[in-house]
């Protein structure tokens, strides 16, 4: 919605008389179209064409709600004593919450729920007391209980109703409220408080709206707006707004299904309720609709007597108004006054300022009054207002006399230079026209930076940054080396060069160094191009040199104030995109919507905007909807870049990249040095598969790039996409040696560009260090990020032996860890090495982590765990660093630090550590450490077992295998996971029943698996199907096979369990980088494929093909 701002007591006169004015019928005929007001989606107000659906007949369409079955639980029996215990529990519970004891009371009902857990009633008052608690999570699963035990019970229907519709289960949230609405409909709503009634009834009416029941959501309005009035309050209350944006949202459905007079009604309750002058535009809207154009003409004087011009908004809808009416005499002559009464005074009185005069100029234009709103806005941009909108308009109004109307605005100020440059394209309706006009303006020295500034707001940088370099050099008057230098500027942000920026504040004159507003510039430029640390630089000395007071200073504030909110990330406080993403962030993206399109009106050129927009009106309007502004934008403005990019995002993301192409390409066609639209011809060619053009497209933009680190990064994207390595390097080499630093946004794309270059080319090892190391000297304790890049260039330089890498890699890493901004949090470290084991080098991180372990201070037990493992997990992938994890584990366990286990014998580090190096695929490591751990407790049953399951598993069954295995056996007979490995010995030893020597493998196994339920794995019920096979039972090997594969697949697909192990790896090693599709095919995947190999051979009568036993081939069921 427009700003919810309250327009004074002339708008609430002005509803109440448009309210009672809504009977009369209208004179003039009714209009066949009309543009809707700035802020308010065409498809909001737009009729369709549908058959009328009233209330009851969505509700049946909508379908019976969707409903979780209630699990059988018996009751207690009526009159016994659990019934009686249950009854007094909830009445002493009631009272308790009555008492103000929630917490008791809680617990008084759930006494009683676990006497009678299917009691509606008990549900519903657990329910309201979760609520109540602080727990609505809770509260939903009891109300949603409670619904399934008494499916017809209001009050359970609205809750689970209202949290479907929280959760975007829309079908069912409606035909829960509907049911619920119903219910209470029939009993004239008795006991319902007005606020219940509005809550329900407003939710259940949006639910309707958005689903395309327009008549039902209008009638559910009705029914929750009835007795709505404006309770008179200076302030609005939170019920009066409630209620004026339910009455708005209906009355835009209202337009929808032709029912203009009803939404003339809501319309103006709306504006009762809540005084805004979006709704009564609305309004307006519908006057013209209905063909009252006397009504509409009383709406702008109503408006017009709030001196609209004061504020942005009411001005952009009032000049939409008299737009819409085909002007208007009265109000014409009453700006007229207001313009001359805001000019310079004949006794010496202030002028108004010079924005609020040029908005009264734009109003005249819109009366009417052409000439005199020319002259009006010719006054006030000479006054000062060179904002986007007033410069767009005085453009406008000068016709063909636009470019010379510019170069006279460049002339007084040229810090204005890139406003005027892109209004003046966004106002031509022919750039070659404009280009032709520009070159014809003479011998004036502000021509070249005009011209250049032209030419870098259509998208042509390369030639821009020539033409103002030129224009630079040939100027010596201070007023034209400023226009040049603006131009450079606007061409720097054209390329997307921050080094540009630097270069022309390196070539500025001395004299500006002490100017606020160059720096307002230069801020505003290295925020537009990412560079946020020398953007707050230049703010800072802007606001230490200070900026011109009053209109002469508009230029800089608003340069200042937009450098501000880039670097800050978030919208200008108070402005319609900052509003917008409020909206956003409270769930409601159909107001958003509206605020996003009412700044498009008030600031053209606010590229998050748009890009927001683009990203929310699909979901909220549909692509029609979207498909139709983009076109509306691209009639006002033929000529906006802005509007171009959007246009080329909705025909890709809507499949018409083709279409929009050869569209393109038509226009290119008229006229081939059009460089406007050459960005967006370049991802329709991609989006079209036209690969050959697209890169041969990069080429182009590329080569017309400016000389400098942009380019020299868009040249290497360019060349490895189209598989040329050496010539990414190449130009990556040249980003290196720019004289001017580029920030470090470029630099960490430079890095990922070297990252992706073949690991054999020897130049990358050299970029790798040179633009990290560059990086690190800027800013020591910037990234981590630059140190582990620099890793991984030490890493992988060519003929590098693994020691000369080691050691270059704990300098850099030591480096990093010396620098307190760095040290923590642990998460950094652990995702930098992360980074490197996915780059192929996990050497580099294991070291580069061991450099942080050398002192843990300031990490917790749990982070220094995390790096610990992390950093032993990458020498498992290594291979033969077994000695070097178990070093690390002693340096930490004698200091103290028990980052691999709890326990107080070092048998736990051990164990840990072997299990990782297993995990990574390092099973010799695994046994070398497993074996270490013995020597140091020869009597621990988890080293004993876990080498001994080792050796068996690499098919190493003699004397010391089973010693190991029976002694952990022996040490603790009931431990599962031995019984299993002994059991899996029997197996090898061909030992499958019992017998004199002792239980067999099936008697083991099944032990091992009763002894830990739910505990054993798949492999144990595939151990065990083979043990039966071999031991003749058929039926118990094809239970246990069925069970390993129902284990190992766990309900779920290969990539969903692809994804679990990789969730796994992050949470015990600290990777995300494993290859999780290796291990799930060599385990689990492995053992589910053998268990279902050997259920259909035993299906087809074939011999399954069980483990390799001595036994095995002569056993058969």
Not at 329 to 344: H, Q
Not at 765 to 774: E, H, K, P
Request: glycine share 8%.
């Amino acid at each position: 919605m427009i700003a919810r701002r309250a327009v004074a007591v002339a708008l609430v006169a002005f509803a109440a008389a448009a309210q009672a004015a809504v009977a009369h019928p209208a004179q003039d005929a009714p209009r066949a179209s009309v543009a809707p007001p700035p802020g308010v989606p065409a498809a909001r107000v737009r009729p369709v064409e549908r058959p009328p659906v009233p209330f009851d007949a969505a509700l049946a369409a909508i379908g019976e709600p969707e409903r979780l079955s209630a699990a059988p639980v018996q009751r207690p029996a009526p009159g016994s004593a659990a019934e009686t215990v249950a009854v007094r529990r909830y009445v002493r519970g009631r009272q308790r919450a009555l008492d103000g004891q929630p917490s008791r009371a809680a617990e008084d009902i759930d006494a009683a729920l676990r006497l009678d857990p299917a009691s509606a009633v008990l549900r519903s008052a657990r329910a309201e007391l979760a609520l109540a608690g602080g727990d609505p999570r809770r509260s939903v699963a009891e109300w949603e209980a409670a619904l399934a035990l008494a499916p017809d019970d209001p009050r359970a229907q609205v809750a689970v109703g209202l949290a479907s519709i929280d959760a975007g289960r829309l079908a069912r949230g409606a035909a829960l409220l509907g049911r619920a609405w119903k219910t209470f409909e029939s009993t004239g709503f008795d006991g319902m408080s007005p606020d219940a009634r509005l809550t329900i009834g407003s939710a259940l009416a949006r639910c309707m709206l958005r689903l395309g029941f327009d008549e039902a959501g209008l009638e559910v309005s009705a029914g929750a707006l009835a007795g709505a009035e404006p309770d008179g309050g200076a302030v609005a209350n939170v019920r009066s707004r409630a209620q004026a944006a339910l009455a708005r949202d209906a009355g835009e459905a209202a337009f929808r299904v032709r029912r203009v007079d009803e939404a003339l009604d809501l319309l103006s309750l709306s504006a009762a309720l809540v005084p805004d002058a979006g709704t009564v535009a609305l309004l307006a809207y519908g006057q013209l609709l209905s063909g009252d154009d006397a009504g509409a003409r009383r709406t702008v004087g109503a408006l017009l007597a709030e001196a609209p011009w004061r504020d942005e908004e009411l001005t952009v809808l009032v000049e939409w108004l008299l737009g819409a009416v085909g002007g208007d005499r009265p109000s014409a002559e009453s700006l007229s006054m207001a313009a001359y009464s805001a000019g310079p005074g004949r006794f010496g009185e202030q002028p108004a300022p010079a924005e609020r005069r040029a908005r009264i100029a734009r109003l005249l234009i819109a009366a009417g009054d052409v000439e005199g709103g020319r002259q009006a806005i010719d006054d006030a941009v000479d006054a000062g207002a060179l904002d986007p909108t007033s410069l767009a308009t005085a453009f406008a109004a000068a016709g063909d006399r636009a470019a010379a109307r510019a170069l006279a605005i460049v002339q007084a100020r040229p810090d204005a230079l890139r406003d005027v440059c892109r209004s003046l394209v966004t106002t031509a309706r022919d750039l070659r026209t404009l280009r032709a006009q520009v070159e014809a303006l003479g011998d004036s020295p502000f021509r070249a930076p005009l011209a250049a500034g032209v030419l870098a707001a259509c998208n042509g940088s390369g030639g821009a940054w020539r033409r103002a370099e030129d224009a630079l050099d040939a100027a010596t008057q201070p007023a034209v080396q400023r226009a040049a230098l603006e131009a450079m500027l606007l061409a720097a942000v054209a390329a997307g060069d921050p080094s540009l920026v630097a270069r022309a504040a390196a070539d500025a004159p001395g004299a500006l160094e002490m100017s606020g507003a160059w720096h307002a510039s230069l801020a505003r430029a290295f925020a537009d191009t990412g560079a946020a640390i020398e953007a707050q630089q230049s703010i800072a000395r802007a606001e230490l040199r200070g900026l011109p007071a009053g209109d002469a200073g508009l230029v800089a504030r608003t340069s200042l104030a937009e450098a501000r909110a880039t670097v800050d990330g978030r919208a200008p406080e108070g402005s319609p995109r900052g509003r917008a993403e409020a909206a956003l962030s409270m769930g409601n993206p159909q107001a958003a919507v509206g605020e996003l399109m009412m700044a498009r009106a008030t600031a053209p050129f606010d590229a998050g905007s748009i890009d927001l927009l683009l990203r929310i009106l699909p979901r909220t309007d549909g692509p029609r909807a979207t498909s139709d502004w983009v076109e509306g934008e691209l009639a006002r403005r033929p000529n906006d870049p802005l509007a171009w990019r959007a246009y080329v995002r909705a025909a890709i993301a809507g499949g018409a990249a083709a279409d929009a192409l050869a569209r393109i390409d038509e226009r290119l066609a008229a006229d081939p040095d059009d460089t406007l639209l050459l960005p967006g011809r370049e991802e329709l060619l991609r989006a079209a598969g036209r690969t050959a053009e697209a890169l041969a497209a990069a080429r182009q933009r590329v080569a017309s790039l400016p000389t400098g680190p942009r380019r020299s990064l868009e040249e290497a994207a360019v060349e490895l996409q189209s598989g040329n390595p050496p010539g990414a390097a190449d130009a990556l080499a040249r980003f290196a040696e720019s004289a001017f630093p580029p920030p470090s946004s470029m630099r960490a794309t430079a890095l990922d560009l070297a990252r992706r270059l073949p690991a054999a080319l020897p130049a990358r090892s050299t970029i790798l260090r040179d633009v990290a190391r560059d990086a690190v000297l800027t800013d020591p304790d910037e990234s981590l990020e630059f140190y582990a890049f620099e890793c991984l260039g030490a890493a992988t330089e060519p003929g590098i032996t693994p020691a000369q890498a080691d050691r270059a890699v704990r300098t850099i890493a030591s480096e990093a860890a010396d620098q307190d901004a760095l040290r923590t949090p642990a998460e950094r470290w652990r995702a930098s090495a992360d980074f490197l084991f996915a780059q192929g080098a996990p050497r580099a991180a294991a070291e580069f982590l061991r450099a942080r372990l050398e002192d843990p201070s300031g990490l917790s037990g749990q982070e220094l765990s995390l790096l610990a493992r992390v950093a032993v997990a990458c020498d498992g992938a290594v291979g033969g660093r077994a000695d070097a994890a178990m070093s690390l584990a002693a340096q930490l366990r004698s200091a103290g630090h028990r980052a691999f286990g709890e326990a107080d014998g070092d048998a736990s580090d051990f164990v840990a550590v072997a299990g990782i190096f297993e995990l990574l695929g390092d099973a010799s490591g695994s046994e070398r450490i497993l074996e270490a751990g013995l020597a140091v407790e020869p009597d621990s049953t988890v080293l004993l077992n876990n080498l001994g399951w080792a050796r068996l598993a690499r098919g190493e069954i003699g004397e010391r295998t089973v010693s190991l295995i029976e002694r952990a056996v022996e040490l603790k007979p009931d431990e599962h996971t031995s019984l299993d490995t002994l059991g899996w010995l029997r197996y090898a030893q061909g030992r499958f029943a019992d017998g004199p020597e002792g239980p067999g493998a099936v008697t083991l196994i099944s032990r091992a698996i009763e002894g830990s339920p739910g505990a054993a794995g798949a492999e144990v019920h595939d151990h065990l199907g083979d043990a039966r096979w071999c031991a003749g039972d058929a039926d118990g090997a094809r239970t246990a096979w069925q069970d390993a594969v129902r284990l190992a697949e766990a309900g779920l697909d290969r990539e969903q369990n692809i994804e679990v192990l990789r969730r796994l790896f992050l949470a015990r090693v600290g990777l995300a980088s494993i290859d999780a599709v290796r291990y799930h095919e060599t385990h689990d995947g492995a053992i589910a494929a053998r268990a279902r190999a050997k259920l259909e051979a035993v299906a087809r009568g074939a011999r399954p093909e069980v483990a390799p036993s001595p036994g095995a081939a002569k056993q058969s069921p």
